[in-house]
T-cell receptor
């Protein structure tokens, strides 16, 4: 059974940093690209970033360029998202998601975690 | 960036009704479009990808159509469990989601 479990969210002061983790199990982790999608409270979904299975190729939404860094450790089946300079508008639930089994696109996701909430507030 | 516009933003129909949600892209995305269902407090669930391919395990009352810039998600016979918010997602150039359509049962 595919499982994705995010952790690392919490209350952070503006300007602070945080690293989110997503522990994966139940599939060949290194064979799938992995992405992050966020959702501000009461708002829609926003794609953030993706890292390919090789851990080298990465892409970011324009809103995430410069402050967000996606990475993965295939030896322990874990995905990360490092965020610096947190702002109030980064407040959201952050979901990790697995590339669709068809492999047709790194931006299409078939399994999602339950999300971890980041609240940026003083 | 490609913008995705969904309509309507909310709808309310009876059980058994046919429901159609529209998603328009600001430029052609071929068939690189997916539909997700999200219930409150839960992760999104993939329903349809490549505009019209039904994800495994998804009831056949869900269907998708369209290409280029205009797409539709149809629920042929609305069921109580379909009460949720539905999002389209383009994955042709980077990725963007539509604003969502909240489906309520009368």
């Amino acid at each position: 059974e595919v499982q994705l479990l995010e952790s690392g969210g919490g209350l952070v002061l503006p300007g602070g940093s945080l690293r989110l983790s997503c522990a994966a199990s139940g599939f060949s982790f290194s064979s799938h690209a992995m992405g992050w999608v966020r959702q501000a409270p009461g708002r829609g979904l926003e794609w953030v970033s993706v890292v390919y299975g090789d851990g080298i190729t990465t892409y970011y939404a324009n809103s995430a360029k410069g402050r967000f860094t996606i990475s993965r450790d295939n030896s322990i089946n874990t995905l990360y998202l490092q965020i610096h300079g947190l702002r109030a508008d980064d407040t959201a639930v952050y979901f990790c998601a697995r590339q669709h089994a068809s492999g047709s696109s790194a931006l299409l996701y078939d399994y999602w975690g339950q999300g971890t909430l980041i609240t940026v507030s003083s | 960036d490609i913008q995705m516009t969904q309509s309507p933003s909310t709808l309310s129909e009876f059980v058994g009704d046919r429901v159609t949600i529209t998603c328009r892209a600001s430029q052609s995305i071929s068939s690189w479009l997916a539909w997700y269902q999200q219930k409150p407090g839960k992760a999104p669930k993939l329903l349809i990808y490549k505009a019209s391919t039904l994800e495994g395990g998804v009831p056949s009352r869900f269907s998708g159509s369209g290409s280029g810039t205009e797409f539709t998600l149809t629920i042929s016979s609305l069921q109580p469990d379909d009460s949720a918010t539905y999002y389209c997602q383009q994955y042709d150039s980077s990725s963007t989601f539509g604003g969502g359509t909240k489906v309520e049962i009368k």
